[in-house]
């Protein structure tokens, strides 16, 4: 029973409570396979569970609201929201860089084509001084030997004058002498003229385009291309523990010695006969090992114990986190030193340095905090070790 009060406050929240399969209510828990169910379910489906896997949903539930598994749900919702905000950030940029790409390319574009008309007009302009130079080379060869023809035809159209006139005012004698000696003179005109016609050339002008202005214009189909380059986002997202969230430890209590562990495997390290240091489980079951005290390096395995590869590391390896589903910190006890490094690409890694000698490690929403510890001399002779804790945002 709860309150009309608090019931107004969950009234949009979906959750059903009888059995999708038979449509009874959830009266019953089973533990083993981690499910709610109805009575109907038992023997139809849970044939194999004890009776101690089976119990009631009444006691199942009665520590709910303080269940690993709801804190789990709470970080993971918080988690998700956070990767959320960090892909509607990347994008939000992404869209700006792409707004910014059209811009540089429109300008591109535009003042391309301006420099290329700049470019075009000076080659026209150079092109119609050419053509005047020698447009007026031309006619001023024509019209000097025009100048020439018509001063020897005004000097012909004399002598024909001269003849007419000698003709009809003039004595037989005057005719005789005059007729031979303006004859020398026409003779020495045709003689020149003949001289002349001999160099007369004609000009005639045309114009060969560049054949590159040719192409341009003939092979030239666009002004450019435009292409799109795709390349991964390589968004770095928080683990949202989901698997976590769905396994409630029921009967937990906030006293550490309720807990109970259940052997599910083992397996042996090859090579190793001194104590592992670190070991971690990632996201996707691999397993690094840490062996700080033997050959100090990191060992990779499967989930079903087979050796993968060693990574190479900078120094003697001793507590492992996990930073996300790629990255994961490593620490180098007494070399005062962490590194952070990329499993997928072992090359990328970042240092970070410590104050003191740096042993256990752990990471959460995207700080880590590692133990440095220092070791000082009381004047009596004792020593003493200081612990302490510093945290480092990834």
């Not at 059995?19 to 089973?30: A, F, Q, S, T, V």
């Not at 042996?268 to 001194?274: L, N």
């Not at 104050?355 to 009596?380: E, L, P």
Request: aromatic share 4%; hydrophobic share 30%.
């Amino acid at each position: 029973m709860i309150s009309i009060e608090d019931y107004r406050q969950i009234k949009n929240i979906s959750v059903n409570l009888n059995c999708e399969i038979h449509g009874k209510k959830l009266d019953l828990y089973c533990k083993k396979h981690d499910i709610a169910v109805c009575v109907v379910c038992i023997p139809s489906e849970h044939k194999s569970c004890s009776s101690s896997d089976v119990i009631s949903i009444d006691d199942a539930s009665k520590i709910a609201k303080q269940s690993s598994a709801l804190l789990d749900l709470e970080g993971t919702i918080s988690t998700t929201i956070d990767n959320v905000k960090l892909c509607i950030k990347d994008r939000e940029m992404a869209l700006k860089i792409v707004n910014e790409d059209e811009q540089t390319i429109r300008k591109t574009i535009t003042d391309t084509r301006k420099n290329i008309n700049k470019y075009l007009d000076e080659l026209e302009r150079k092109l119609l001084l050419d053509l005047k130079s020698k447009h007026e080379n031309c006619k001023s060869k024509v019209v000097k030997i025009l100048n020439q023809l018509k001063q020897m035809e005004t000097e012909v159209e004399k002598l024909r004058e001269q003849t007419l006139q000698m003709k009809r005012f003039a004595s037989d004698l005057q005719v005789f002498l005059g007729t031979r000696q303006l004859n020398q003179a026409l003779c020495k005109k045709i003689g020149s003229l003949k001289e002349e016609i001999r160099d007369y050339t004609n000009n005639n002008m045309e114009m060969e385009v560049n054949h590159v202005i040719s192409s341009l214009v003939n092979e030239v189909k666009q002004f450019g291309k435009i292409k799109v380059m795709e390349t991964m986002a390589n968004l770095q997202l928080k683990d949202a523990k989901i698997d976590q969230a769905q396994i409630q430890v029921h009967g937990l209590s906030h006293n550490i010695h309720n807990i109970s562990l259940q052997l599910k495997q083992k397996f042996d390290i090859k090579g190793s006969e001194s104590p592992i240091s670190g070991c971690l489980v990632l996201p996707d079951d691999r397993i690094i090992v840490a062996d700080y005290f033997g050959c100090g390096k990191l060992m990779e395995y499967n989930n079903d114990g087979q050796h993968i590869r060693d990574i190479p590391v900078s120094d003697k390896p001793d507590s492992l986190t996990l930073v996300d589903t790629d990255r994961i910190a490593v620490t180098y006890g007494e070399s005062k030193y962490l590194e952070i490094i990329n499993t997928k690409n072992t090359s990328e890694r970042k240092r970070v340095n410590c104050s003191g000698n740096c042993w256990g490690i752990s990471y959460q929403d995207q700080k880590a905090v590692c133990s440095c510890i220092s070791t000082r001399h009381s004047s009596d002779g004792l020593e003493w070790k200081d612990i302490k804790y510093h945290r480092y945002q990834c």
